[in-house]
């Protein structure tokens, strides 16, 4: 278990920690040796052979005394994605490998909650099954920001065809809006600008709370440089908008955040330092 927040609890499901590409490229406007900066703020995110930013691709099942809510669904197995070599037509069983550890089996997960639906957050929503694309968690609500599947849905990837719409077809999505909530405990935060649906995720229980925050950032060094667009956004200034609320949100409240892409262990707390933001891991 990574975790506990109040009765929440949160267990990690690794997939995939390696390095990704250059941070040079990753954040186009960053100035000075990007690489450099984020090795000083964040010793050992860069890969000392390739130079390349790593960035695990994990995704959080959190059991609650209700439900079990899986957050994100990672790349998957047999997507393609010739993009990426590394994610193309994967056949690896470490993320359900993950999940057994965690307690539970695809049958038993309530919830799927996708942050947004890029390629590496969907690829576990469904496997292939006889040739055919079949949701992998047989008896869960998906949730998908509503944005998100109004923009990718008019012009169908691999992914969007492979990971969402066979869930659609089956009715188990749902389309979500922000300040939507499961119980009373997790709460949609809207962090748009990596995807215009981009959400994060608040949990609160038992006076406790803490923050997942997709892709609202993808290096704890954004704590620092949040004003640093990350190649993929889709709107880079209103991510950094969704980027510095969050990251007050965070410092403010004192809640423990738990970052999607950031390094190992990922989980640490925000503090606010003049104008601006640092990290501190958690002990």
Known sequence: MLCKIGDIEVWR???INGPFADPAKLYPNADGDVGQIIEDLVPGQ???ESGKLVLPVQAYLLKTPHHNILVDACVGNDKTIPSNPGWHERSSGRFMAGLHAAGTRPDKVDYVLCTHLHVDHVGWNTRLEDGRWVPTFPNARYLFPKADEAIFGQTPSDSFTQSVLPVITAGQAELVEEGHKLGDSITLIPTPGHTPGH???RLSSRGAEALITGDALHSTAQCWHPEWHFLFDSDAEMAVTSRTSLLEQAAES???????HFKLPSIGRVHAVGDGFKWADDD
């Open 254 to 260: 004192g809640a423990r955040v738990i970052g999607s």
């Open 13 to 15: 499901i690794l997939e």
């Open 46 to 48: 860069l890969d000392p």
């Open 199 to 201: 959400v994060s995720i």
